[in-house]
């Protein structure tokens, strides 16, 4: 069965320093994999996604994650926070083959941000 | 622009109430998807349908029922309102079938959501 796992529940960083979500995927075929984030009392939206090729994914609002095979990982990255990225993040796996099956969630990072 | 609608952000009930939690896409989906997202649980899908008048049962459907008359509408049902209801409701739609290019396989779009609370 597919899974998610965000280790990190809540992370703090100082705005302008370099921010690194983490998150596991348990997936038996190759797997789409998807970062979305949610500002306070919104809905989610994609930052980006992995589904095939180069391996290093660019995102919006300067975000970047890197799909590593070997460690079953998509970390999220970004080199410098601002205030306005302090939000809940979520990762989630599918497959090319998902067709009418929903993705599989991990329960989410919540990135709070200090001056 | 896609676009998923939600009827209310924010609803409050009374126990034992019938509540209908209305959600529209624009995007001409064929899946479409109700969560319930609680601190620290994440989002819990709830219900899914991938064509009209079909539905497939989530992780936690128990006092739930839904409705999917209409390709672009999926209503979501409590028959009778609890207070442990009482949740961040998410809808959410996505394309399917061969058709679909694969770099747009599997994503989904979401709404604004809908807060409810059950008094």
């Known amino acids: 069965a597919q899974s998610v796992t965000q280790p990190d529940i809540h992370i703090t960083v100082s705005e302008g320093a370099s921010l690194e979500l983490r998150c596991n995927y348990s997936y038996g075929a190759t797997p789409y994999l998807f970062w979305y984030v949610q500002s306070p009392g919104q809905g989610l939206q994609l930052l980006l996604k992995?589904?095939?090729?180069?391996?290093l994914v660019q995102g919006i609002k300067g975000f970047e994650a890197e799909f590593k095979r070997s460690q079953s990982s998509f970390n999220l990255r970004k080199p410098s926070v601002h205030w306005s990225d302090a939000a809940e993040y979520f990762c989630?796996?599918?497959?090319?083959?998902?067709?009418?099956?929903?993705?599989?969630f991990g329960k989410g990072t919540r990135l709070s941000v200090i001056a | 622009d896609v676009k998923v609608t939600q009827s209310s952000r924010y609803l409050v009930k009374r126990t034992g109430e019938k509540v209908f939690l209305e959600c529209v896409q624009d995007?001409?989906?064929?899946?479409m998807f109700w969560y319930r997202q609680d601190p620290g649980l994440g989002l819990r899908l709830i219900y899914f349908s991938y064509d009209v008048k079909m539905k497939e049962k989530g992780d936690i459907p128990e006092g739930y029922s839904v409705s999917r008359e209409k390709k672009e509408r999926f209503s979501l049902i409590l028959e009778s309102a609890s207070t442990n209801q009482t949740s961040m409701y998410l809808c959410a739609s996505s394309s399917a079938g061969e058709n679909v290019a694969p770099r747009d396989r599997g994503e989904q779009y979401f709404g604004p959501g809908t807060r409810l609370t059950v008094t």
């Open positions: 989630a796996v599918g497959s090319e083959f998902s067709g009418n099956t929903p993705l599989v």
């Open positions: 995007m001409d989906h064929e899946n």
């Open positions: 992995y589904f095939s090729g180069d391996t």
